[in-house]
Structure formats: C-alpha cells, structure tokens
C-alpha cells in the first residue's frame, strides 16, 4: 500500500475527531433523544457538580489550573473530540451498567467509529478490503445462539475495525468507503466465517485534545488491536461488544478501560496455512 508520512497520518487524525461528532450527531437526527426527567437532570448534574467541588477542595485549585480546564473544555468542542473523549473515559462505566443483567456474551463499548448499514454479507465472507490492504489473514467464525444454546439462523454479525494503521474507514480520509466494514448474516445453523486482516493496535489521535490531555497527565494514547461487532436477531437483545488479541502489549492497559477476559480470542494458525484463525461464539439474550 502507499506508504503515508507522518504529516499525513497526523492530519487524518484530526480529521477522524469531527467524523465522529458529525457521525454522533447524524445517528441523533434518526433515533432522537430519549427525555431525561427534571428529576434526573437534578440529580446527576448535582452529583457530578459536587464531585467536580470536592476535587477542587481537596487539592486546593488554582484559578491558573481553572482557566487551563476552560481553555481545554473550549478546545475539546472546537476540535470536534467529544465523542473520542467520552468514548475512551466515560462510556465503558455506561456500558458495564447497561448490560450488568445478561446472561449472554458480555458486551463492551461502542466507541466513535460506528456507520449503521454497512454492506450486507453472506454468512462465510471476505470483508471489503483494498487489493493490497496490509496484515495477517485471519479467519474470524463462529456460532450465534440462545442463552439456552439454541442455534439463531440468520443472525446479523455487523463487524467493522481498523486497518493496519490504526484507520477507520470514512472517518480517515483517504480509505474506501466500506473498507473492512460489513454485515454478515448467519447461517441456518447461526454459523458465520469472516474473512478479514488482524487489526493493529490503535492509537487514539494524539494532535488534538485528548492527546494534550494524554500528554499533560503523562499516559499513553493506545488501545489494544480489537474487532467490533453488532450482534442481533429478532426477538433478541442486540449486543455490541469488542474482541482482542493473546499477548497485545495494551490489553492490560487499555485507554478505554474496554477489554474483559471473556472477550479474549483464542487465535491459532490457519488450517488454509495462510495467516491465523479463530473461533468466537456470540450467545444473545432474549428481548
Ligand atoms: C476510540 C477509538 C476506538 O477504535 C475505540 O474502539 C474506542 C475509542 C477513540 O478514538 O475514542
Ligand atoms: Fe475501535
């Protein structure tokens, strides 16, 4: 593939953080927002409020400290990193509530990088991927089923992931549109095969404000290597959830605070010979 300097791959990064609000913002316009009670409002808005006093208490703030999270707050919005930033540190606490009464296959976070309707698939599949799109074959398949084990023919398995950059179609400039990116149907038996490329790790974008804040507090900006997925099927809970990969330098340290055990692959070498393989089934709650 065309090799990218530095430059390039700095820019596409600021790029990714106003491809995520504008994304966030269109998925608004079609599911709307659900209305919070005055009641509610008053309640976490206060806590969190008095939670951001204590802070300021205990460590005794400064008005020079003060106005650096203000220029900062300010700078998030005008870069469009919202989305990054919530995603990374807020959202896995929403999802470990949303989801702490399934019995199914755990979830994980959603992140930013989402596009609804991708390219419908059948149930063994190659991903749409450039011709010489770089990284290790890896054939993804598995079963979808019910908490009782029963087969779910037909399950939707939506999946979509970076490529060997770290890139995410149509959020970096510069990849085809559906690159790696694609909705498989399972089979009468709920089986699916995927053919795709192990992702690389991620580095969240380090030009913008996350990656200040990153730098100011001295943490570091990866994410292990992961697939995302949708899992669906009428008349069950739709779950969405990340895969990682044995032995990634970031599956202990994560940014995102988004890999759990259960969600770990188990990769072997391919029986094709070529590239690697692994078998994960999803198990869907009832609606
Ligand atoms: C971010 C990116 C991801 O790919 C992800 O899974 C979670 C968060 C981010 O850049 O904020
Ligand atoms: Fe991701």
Not at 140 to 165: C, H, M, R, S, Y
Request: one cysteine or more; a negative charge; charged letters at 20%.
């Amino acid at each position: 593939m065309t090799e990218q300097t530095p430059a390039e791959i700095e820019a596409r990064a600021a790029d990714s953080g106003a491809g995520a609000t504008a994304a966030f913002r269109s998925k608004l316009q079609t599911e709307g927002l659900e209305d919070v009670t005055p009641e509610r409002v008053n309640t976490l808005a206060r806590e969190v409020l008095t939670a951001v006093h204590d802070t300021i208490r205990r460590h005794k703030v400064t008005y020079a400290e003060y106005d650096a999270l203000k220029a900062w707050l300010i700078q998030v919005g005008e870069d469009g990193e919202w989305p990054l930033f919530l995603d990374v540190w807020v959202e896995h606490v929403v999802e470990q509530v949303a989801n702490e009464n399934r019995h199914g296959t755990k979830g994980s976070i959603e992140g930013p990088y989402y596009v609804p309707d991708a390219p419908g698939l059948p149930a063994d599949a190659t991903l749409p991927m450039r011709e010489d799109e770089s990284g290790t074959p890896l054939l993804f398949q598995g079963q979808v089923t019910t908490v009782g084990g029963d087969p779910i023919a037909g399950a939707k398995v939506e999946i979509w992931q970076a490529d060997a950059l770290g890139f995410y179609s149509q959020y970096a400039p510069g990849l085809p549109e559906w690159n790696l990116r694609g909705t498989v149907t399972a089979d009468e038996q709920g089986g699916y095969r995927i053919h795709t490329l192990q992702p690389a790790p991620y580095q969240i974008p380090t030009d913008g404000s996350c990656g200040k804040l990153i730098a100011a507090a001295g943490w570091h900006a990866w994410r292990p290597a992961h697939l995302h997925l949708k899992v669906s099927a009428p008349g069950h809970q739709l779950i969405t959830t990340q895969l990682y990969f044995p032995g990634d330098a970031h599956n202990e340290d994560d940014i995102a605070s988004a890999v759990k055990p259960e969600l770990m692959l188990d990769i072997v070498p391919a029986e094709s010979g070529e590239g690697e393989q692994t078998t994960y089934n999803f198990v869907l709650d009832p609606a």
